[in-house]
Each structure stands twice: as C-alpha cells, then as structure tokens.
C-alpha cells in the first residue's frame, strides 16, 4: 500500500464508450500526475497538477482530459480512445521531491 | 532539457551476486533523485531517494549513490536473490514536483 489509490484495476471499453479513471491519494500531497506506460516502452508523462492546478500537459490527444476537483483527487476521463491507446496508465502523487504510485489501471481499447 | 538514461536495459546474473545498477542525467540541478521498482503489469514502488545534498542512501541489501558533478546514480544490490527480479527506474526531480525517469533496467536473477 503505497497511500495512492487508482480504480479501476482493469477497464475494457469500446472506441465509442466514455470512461473515467480515478486516483485517490491519501498522503497529503501537493502535486499529483497522469502516466502512460505502453509495451516495452518507457512511461510517458501525460499531465502533472500542483495545488489543483494543471502545470504541464505533454502534448496529449484531446480524448484524454483530466480533471482534478481537489488535492486528494484527480481524474483521467477517456472518450472515443483508439487501440493503441491500451496501456498501463499510472497515477502518482508527490511533495517535497518524494514521489509515490498507484497501482495503475490496465486499460484495454477494443 | 534533462535527459536521464539507464544503461544496461536488460541485466541477467545468478543468485547471490552483487550487482550494480546504473543511471546517468545530463542536468546536474537536480532536487532530489529517486529509484523505483517495478514488477510486470504492476505500479512504481519506490526504493530509495538521495537527496541533492547527500552522497548515498541504504536500506537493507540496497545501496544507492548519488554524484551530482558527474551525473550519475548507482543502486547496488547486495546478494542477489531470485524476488529482486523486476524493472529498476530512476527519476530525477527537475524542481520539487517535474520527474524525469530512465528507461529503466529489467533485471532477472537465476536461481
């Protein structure tokens, strides 16, 4: 238990279903992030928020949009994804230059 | 633009040899460098962290060392055993919140 928290686990869906991944974290964190781990490659940074705020977004597909309504809370929502979108996507928190993961939501685009 | 690699990519060694892991970064200003492991389909647990102002951090058969003037990071392990086999990442903190990882090394330890 790392005190970050990502559900679901697994999320099959369709290219035209919409769909929300959530992560919770319970550390008291200042910044929390979105990562894309797809295979045999490295993980990409997908958005970082500090204190609720959105500070870096790398250039990702407007099918993927985050939200995040607090500091403990942060949301990926996924609509009309592509198979290659099918990955590990990992939620992270962080403060004072110590990072912690979830657990990660294995996400399969039919 | 920081840049962070891990060399070698892949490590295959016996049980019960040390070992030494490696990872290098372009940009000396780090905040704080941090490494991680990872098992197949699962997240990142996090192993050690140096802070820019130490030389080295322990915890039980890990060791890692951090020098900041030639940019590089070491993670010895001690003793190998066959439940160290995972992928071993390193992440520099650009700041106190931008990470920069490595490609990671995936380490297989043989009984």
């Known amino acids: 238990e790392t005190g970050v928290t990502q559900t679901p686990r697994h999320l099959v869906m369709g290219m035209t279903n919409k769909k929300s991944l959530k992560c919770e974290q319970h550390?008291?964190?200042?910044?929390m992030y979105w990562y894309k781990q797809s295979a045999k490659k490295p993980l990409e940074l997908m958005f970082v928020?500090?204190?609720?705020?959105?500070?870096e977004n790398n250039s990702v597909p407007s099918r993927f949009s985050p939200e995040c309504p607090n500091s403990s809370h942060l949301f990926l929502h996924l609509h009309t994804l592509q198979p290659e979108d099918s990955a590990l996507y990992l939620c992270a928190s962080s403060q004072g230059g110590l990072a912690f993961f979830g657990q990660g939501t294995r996400l399969t685009v039919v | 633009k920081q840049e962070v690699t891990q060399i070698p990519a892949a490590l295959s060694v016996p049980e019960g040899e040390n070992l030494v892991l490696n990872c290098s970064f372009t940009d000396s200003a780090i905040y704080n460098l941090q490494w991680f492991r990872q098992d197949p389909g699962k997240g990142l647990t996090s192993l050690l962290l140096i802070q820019s102002s130490q030389r080295e951090q322990t915890s039980g058969r890990l060791n890692a060392s951090l020098d900041k003037s030639s940019g590089r990071s070491t993670l010895y392990i001690a003793a190998s055993q066959p439940g160290d086999s995972a992928t071993y990442l390193c992440a520099a903190f650009q700041g106190a919140q931008k990470l920069v990882f490595g490609q990671g090394t995936r380490l297989t330890i043989n009984p």
């Open positions: 928020y500090s204190l609720e705020e959105r500070v």
């Open positions: 550390l008291g964190h200042n910044a």
